[in-house]
């Protein structure tokens, strides 16, 4: 099973940018579709972004045409680039690993990296 870690989170002023890594233990990172999703406080958990070994990718709608998933199966890597980022933005983002992109949402995840979007 994939262990990952998610890291590149920190704090950031509305409109700015920030890009989140998810690193993968093991050597069969590249089988798997790699899912992005976020938790704020009070809210439920949100599917942010996937991407399939074929690196086809889907977008919640609330982050379509400001963020960018990405992964280097070289790296065992997955990126989330993150532009114009709003307070709403505000959250824990998690990664996760399985088949594919919607089995994802049941996958082992990470400790998270903080986002918090202030000025």
């Known amino acids: 099973q994939v262990q990952l870690v998610e890291s590149g989170g920190g704090l950031v002023q509305p409109g700015g940018s920030l890009r989140l890594s998810c690193v993968a233990s093991g050597t069969y990172f590249r089988i798997y579709a790699v899912g992005w999703y976020r938790h704020a406080p009070g809210k439920q958990r949100e599917f942010v972004a996937g991407i399939t070994t074929t690196h086809k990718t889907e977008y919640g709608d609330s982050v379509k045409g400001r963020f960018s998933v990405s992964r280097d199966d070289v790296e065992n890597t997955a990126y989330l680039q993150m532009n114009n980022l709003k307070p709403e933005d505000t959250a824990v983002y998690y990664c996760?690993?399985?088949?594919?992109?919607?089995?994802?949402?049941?996958?082992?995840w990470g400790q998270g990296t903080q986002v918090t979007v202030s000025s």
């Open positions: 996760g690993a399985a088949p594919t992109i919607g089995a994802t949402r049941w996958a082992n």
